[in-house]
């Protein structure tokens, strides 16, 4: 049932069924103690970002409290947040990292 290919209703039905996956942002939140250049240094190797576009999204997250890295699919903003997560707690920062799906 449901693979005709003769005639192509049911595979045409299955298509429209079919969402594309759901997108994750990847937020860096603010604290009093991880130091901004840590927090640059992070967003330039974990979001490929240049130091300009790291610095801005540093000093928007210390302004404002949080601010978005980067949207990524499930797994890559899973890894990601985890990746970033173990350098802070390594460098003995309590710098967070969230994932949210857009
Ligand atoms: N607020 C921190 C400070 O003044 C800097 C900081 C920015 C910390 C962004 C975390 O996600 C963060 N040193």
């Excluded at 000093?59 to 990746?83: F, M, P």
């Amino acid at each position: 049932m449901g693979n005709k290919h003769e005639n192509g209703t049911i595979l045409e039905r299955q298509a429209q069924k079919l969402k594309p996956p759901s997108m994750y942002q990847v937020i860096l939140l603010n604290d009093d103690y991880t130091p901004m250049e840590f927090v640059v240094a992070i967003v330039q190797e974990y979001f490929n970002k240049d130091r300009e576009t790291a610095m801005q999204i540093m000093l928007k997250v210390h302004r404002d409290g949080k601010g978005i890295c980067g949207v990524y699919s499930k797994d890559i903003a899973l890894t990601k947040v985890e990746l970033v997560l173990t350098h802070a707690r390594k460098a003995g920062h309590p710098l967070q990292c969230v994932m949210e799906e857009v």
